[in-house]
């Protein structure tokens, strides 16, 4: 027989949606009282989700959250007046803000745990809003203890130390943990660090959704004092599940549900920027969304995301051709948006290109041809997908990978021109990868766009290669030097050639204006540019 019951709310909550949010774990309240629950275990911050960011400066903002925290707990009591429930909220006390969890409990908030360890390197701020908590939380039935930790805590000794040592018998950890391709396993390698040093069971609760350019994956564990996983819940869907703990042996126990996790993957990837995608257009407002359409490998990945984000109603595409498209570019073009079911239009822009060359005669006489008359072309090929923005209020998905950002191969105010750029921190080989992977549940890209040679189109017979090292060993660079911050001798060292090295980093320093420019778009690495990647635009060092 089970000993406590808990429920875990694996929640996609609205930062800043105070009133939506307080319903959302009230209905996770009620599915906790239909299943007899002890304890409901909501994600960090829950009543206003995380990160709020600079709304944590504005005291409206705090009173609100804790007012509705505290009618929370009446509503909560009204319907299960036994029911334990754990919601996040920022919390002021004495002058100090704090990032704390409150226990609610016969109708009103019984106790205040506040978090010990605030992150502050990747896209983490929490020193810049909280201060440190020092002491420790716990609850529990019949006399068993449970102690509450958030988040970073459980990277660290002291806060397991203290509630262990005040007779925790098991731990809750409430998370806003971002995803990303490494992170899964870290969460896991610490929380099994905790729990086979102090022999106690983890009960890890995880945020999911996305948020602007974060997105948080769920995958919401329990593991045993051994270490062991005993029971997962899927990745990025909101879920809830029960969980039973036993007592055996004078100790608590995790019953066992399901143990195998499967290595990060591909699928992974996709169903983040998905997500990522369905919750800014959703979350936003927007209707949903449009995007130019090449008949190349990037856009066509971004349209499939946005179909399976948004449905193909809530999705339009444009083809822009000009003189310099090859004529299977638009064949492939027009056979996506069939197979797809979508809205498809065709907007030739030669004419508007001759009448920008026209214009600029006077002011071009005299200099060879180069980049700027390419760049018309994207700019045109922008101002029309705005215009058609403006007018539908469909926001623009830009389709620029992290390989083109890297090396500022892409038009400021031309296909950089948009809302959310849904390949921000994709490389280019990666995107292929996700080609082959959504092909896999029915083709919706033409074999040719994934095996045909990338190309910018700007000009007769252009190729990505032309301008760029060939994208392997591009995409090898940038990790290093960007994801690991290797610097061009460590890289060079483990055999990248020379010149490829020296090319990818001296673009990569002159192009970080046009990064700063860019739209949000979704992280998945464990470096994105945008608020992981912070390096001044004026910046005489060489290194």
Not at 452 to 458: T, Y
Not at 515 to 523: C, D, E, T, W, Y
Request: aromatic share 8%.
């Amino acid at each position: 027989m089970s000993y406590m019951k808990f429920v875990i709310a694996q929640l996609n909550l609205l930062v800043g949606g105070i009133t939506q949010n307080r319903a959302k774990i009230l209905d996770a309240a009620k599915s906790a009282v239909a299943v007899e629950a002890d304890v409901l275990i909501t994600p960090e911050l829950s009543i206003c989700s995380y990160q709020p960011e600079d709304l944590l400066l504005r005291p409206a903002f705090i009173a609100a959250c804790k007012e509705a925290v505290e009618g929370l707990a009446r509503d909560i009591a009204a319907i299960a007046p036994d029911l334990i429930a754990i919601v996040g909220l920022p919390w002021q006390e004495d002058g100090a803000l704090f990032n704390a969890a409150a226990v609610l409990q016969d109708g009103r908030i019984a106790q205040i745990y506040k978090k010990a360890e605030l992150p502050n390197y990747s896209v983490f701020d929490d020193k810049r809003y909280f201060q440190c908590g020092s002491s420790h939380v716990l609850i529990g039935r019949s006399g068993r203890k449970i102690g509450l930790l958030i988040c970073e805590d459980i990277w660290f000794d002291a806060p397991a130390n203290r509630a262990v040592e005040a007779g925790a018998e098991a731990l809750i950890v409430i998370n806003g943990s971002p995803y990303d391709t490494e992170h899964f396993d870290a969460r896991v390698s610490e929380c099994r660090k905790r729990a086979q040093q102090y022999d106690v069971p983890v009960i890890y609760c995880n945020l999911v959704g996305g948020q602007d350019e974060i997105v948080y994956d769920g995958q919401s564990f329990v593991m045993n004092a051994a270490g062991e996983v005993t029971q997962r819940l899927p990745g990025f869907v909101e879920a809830t599940a029960v969980v039973e703990i036993e007592e055996v042996g004078r100790k608590l126990v995790p019953k066992v549900v399901r143990s195998n996790r499967p290595n990060p993957t591909v699928a992974d990837v996709y169903s983040a920027l998905v997500l990522a995608v369905k919750d800014y257009i959703g979350k936003n407002g927007f209707p949903g969304i449009v995007l130019g359409l090449s008949g190349g490998i990037d856009s066509a990945v971004v349209l499939a995301i946005a179909v399976d984000a948004l449905g193909r109603d809530h999705v339009r595409c444009v083809m822009l051709p000009s003189k310099f498209n090859a004529s299977i570019s638009l064949e492939d073009a027009r056979w996506m948006a069939g197979i797809q079911g979508i809205r498809y239009d065709e907007i030739p822009i030669e004419p508007i290109y001759e009448s920008f060359e026209a214009a600029l005669v006077d002011q071009f006489k005299g200099y060879k041809v180069d980049a700027s008359e390419e760049n018309l072309q994207s700019r045109i090929r922008g101002t029309l997908l705005m215009a058609i923005s403006n007018k539908t209020g469909n926001l623009v998905l830009t389709t620029g990978n992290k390989s083109e950002m890297t090396t500022g191969y892409a038009t400021l105010y031309g296909d950089m021109a948009g809302g959310f750029g849904v390949l921000k921190d994709i490389d280019k080989e990666l995107v292929y990868e996700l080609a082959n992977y959504r092909n896999q549940f029915g083709r919706v890209i033409p074999e040719r766009v994934i095996t045909r040679a990338p190309s910018a189109e700007l000009r007769h017979d252009q190729k990505d290669q032309d301008s760029l090292p060939e994208y392997p060993v591009l995409d090898e660079i940038m990790s290093l030097y960007v994801e690991k911050n290797l610097s061009a001798d460590e890289i060079v060292a483990k055999g990248l050639p020379r010149e490829a090295v020296d090319k990818v980093v001296r673009l990569l320093r002159i192009n970080e204006y046009k990064r700063r420019q860019a739209p949000v778009g979704p992280r998945v690495t464990p470096r994105a540019y945008g608020r992981d990647w912070r390096y001044p635009i004026t910046n005489g060092w060489r290194g």
